[in-house]
């Protein structure tokens, strides 16, 4: 291909959705050998759906779903909206929560009625000394089929499971064929279950998962990378995601996420999908053959 100038670069990347920050960032692009992506919302649609509840102990999986969207009503989790809106589709009736509180990767607490509610994953369940031994095997099978299970405990003691799916995007498995093609590595960073994610990132053969970390873990992840050499590329959508992205050679975002996320990042897709990366990295390289 002809080398292009970055102006040339910035017209093509900004008709293609493909927002580029200043000179560097398309710079950087060219050199980058990884790319580490977050799943929800970014390989995903994040907006995933209610497709599974489990009653464990004495309440009824309505009871269970009733006590777990009433929670969630207070948190803006994709996993919230999506129980909250099974919830209503299967008729049943919300209540109001109190004392809630959010608590980031692992879930959310608060007060229904006169019962104290915790949902979200093993390491909340561990947080409350909820013992969970005999649901794993049912949240397992679950996580196999690649969706999101969550623990429900009502007054310390696990009262039931729910589990969401999270449709992958149509063009995530074509644009990380055509990355691959590109020579990148791509590695996947999330705060879900090891078996939700390797389902996953099987289907798009995506060649390392990294599986419950923390917000904080992914910005040590590109540190750590970095430290061994490797240009880094980073995409995500969230809140959680900004320091990552700021961590990054190139931090992207996902134009359709966050706002805090959008301005850490040296490029940002607005289409919302990985295809904006492919095409990024071709300018990218263009334009760096123009630059030497
Ligand atoms: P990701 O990195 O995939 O975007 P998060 O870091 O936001 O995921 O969340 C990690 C895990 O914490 C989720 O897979 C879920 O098990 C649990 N979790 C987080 N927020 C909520 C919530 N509002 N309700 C239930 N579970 C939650
Ligand atoms: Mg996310």
Do not use: C, W, Y
Not at 142 to 163: C, H, I, N, P, S
Not at 249 to 266: L, N, R
């Amino acid at each position: 291909a002809t080398p292009i100038s970055i102006t040339t670069a910035a017209g093509r990347g900004a008709q293609a959705g493909v927002l580029i920050k200043d000179a560097e960032a398309l710079e950087r692009m060219a050199r980058v050998d990884t790319l580490v992506v977050d799943k929800t919302g970014t390989l995903t649609e994040g907006k995933p759906k209610l497709t599974d509840v489990v009653a464990l102990g004495d309440a009824s999986e309505d009871e269970v779903l009733r006590l777990a969207a009433t929670l969630e009503r207070g948190s803006e989790h994709p996993l919230a909206e999506a129980i909250v809106a099974g919830a209503k589709a299967r008729g049943v009736a919300l209540d109001k929560a109190a004392d809630f509180e959010a608590v980031t990767g692992k879930g959310v607490t608060g007060r229904v009625g006169d019962r104290r509610v915790e949902l979200g994953n093993a390491a909340l369940m561990q947080a409350g000394s909820v013992a969970i031994d005999d649901a794993e095997s049912t949240a397992d099978a679950l996580r196999t089929e690649g969706k999101t299970a969550m623990f429900v405990a009502v007054d310390g003691t696990l009262a039931g499971l729910v589990a969401v799916a999270d449709p992958i995007k149509k063009t995530t498995e074509a644009a990380i064929r055509a990355l691959h093609d590109q020579g990148l590595r791509v590695i996947m960073a999330t705060g879900d279950n090891r078996r939700t994610a390797e389902a996953v990132a099987k289907r798009l053969g995506i060649d390392e998962v990294r599986a419950g970390v923390l917000p904080a873990d992914k910005k040590a992840l590109i540190d750590e990378l970095r430290a061994k050499g490797h240009g880094v590329a980073m995409a995500g959508d969230g809140v959680n995601d900004a320091p990552a992205l700021a961590a990054a050679d190139v931090g992207i975002a996902m134009g359709t996420g966050a706002d805090v996320a959008v301005e850490s990042a040296g490029l940002t897709l607005l289409g919302g999908d990985l295809t904006g990366i492919v095409r990024a990295r071709k300018l990218a390289k263009a334009t760096l053959r123009n630059i030497k």
